[in-house]
């Protein structure tokens, strides 16, 4: 995973030790209120006051993340809900992002085969995944992710199928729809890494370890200073894939404007690398067909 910047470590570093004398109070069986903690960490992040978010984007978001967090009132669920959609503001910068929104990665795998063959009806067009997370930019799809409503010790629906499929797959669409827009450019496929995430009420999957969110002030520094700093992590990479296909875009756009004044000895040919496309099950869905009664009776 990518380093963080310097700014983002200093102000984990000064919240982090912030929260140490209470720890150590409690290590001591002395006796500490959950106010405390949050006292300590509000004092910690706002001493650095505000930032621009034009100029200093992560930064602001840290900062609007943590007291929001520590202003919520409610139940736990609460806090895991609040927390979760502030993780998904970290992205807001880059380009658009949807929720619950039609995945085009998958909604043009899904419907690859869809064509006139002059022999039979056009296939009706199959409708593709919705996620609840998804980061997009001039046509392109860069990282998803699904929230689930509870955590049933790894054997939900959303644990089992969406985490080991759905993600999965999605992310190998995303993928396979950019390398066919620059001919299976092999530098495009390893300058690109597609992020996924699965939420399941109290635990974050980010493409790695497992996380859970803290629903108490007092685990914060050690439970949701983690997750911060690899969304974090995973922005830097979903920011990488995005200079990756923009610069290929360029390149390719300068190639077709030369390919008529090149010639063969000129003309240079890049590595192709190909991976085969996401299975698709075939549609099950049965057409409706007239009986023999139904012939009778016309």
Request: proline share 4%; aromatic share 8%; glycine share 4%.
């Amino acid at each position: 995973m990518p380093f963080l910047d310097p700014s983002i470590d200093t102000i984990f570093n000064t919240c982090e030790k912030a929260v140490l004398p209470l720890e150590e109070k409690e290590e001591k069986e002395e006796y500490v209120e959950e106010k405390d903690y949050i006292d300590c960490i509000w004092k910690a992040v706002t001493s650095f006051g505000f930032f621009d978010p034009n100029v200093q984007p992560d930064e602001d978001w840290y900062r609007r993340n943590i007291l929001a967090i520590l202003v919520a009132n409610g139940s736990e669920q609460d806090f895991v809900v609040r927390c979760w959609s502030n993780l998904d503001r970290c992205f807001e910068g880059l380009g658009v992002v949807a929720r619950d929104r039609t995945c085009n990665s998958t909604l043009v795998r899904v419907n690859s085969e869809r064509r006139i063959t002059g022999l039979e009806p056009i296939e009706e067009q199959q409708s593709s995944v919705r996620p609840d997370f998804l980061v997009m930019k001039e046509g392109f799809d860069f990282a998803v992710g699904e929230c689930g409503k509870e955590d049933l010790g790894r054997i939900s629906k959303k644990e089992i199928i969406e985490r080991q499929l759905h993600v999965p797959k999605i992310m190998k669409n995303i993928l396979h729809q950019i390398l066919i827009k620059f001919n299976h450019d092999a530098y495009i496929l390893r300058g690109t890494l597609k992020v996924g995430a699965l939420q399941e009420s109290g635990v974050l999957y980010l493409t790695a370890p497992e996380y859970n969110i803290p629903e108490n002030a007092d685990m914060i520094s050690t439970q949701l200073f983690p997750i911060m700093k690899r969304t974090l992590q995973i922005k830097t990479i979903v920011k990488a894939s995005m200079k990756a296909v923009k610069k290929q875009q360029r390149e390719q756009a300068k190639k077709e404007m030369n390919s008529t004044m090149s010639t063969l000895e000129t003309q240079t040919t890049n590595t192709i690398l190909r991976i085969p496309e996401t299975f698709t099950i075939p549609n099950a869905k049965k057409l409706k067909t007239n009986s023999s009664d139904d012939v009778l009776k016309n």
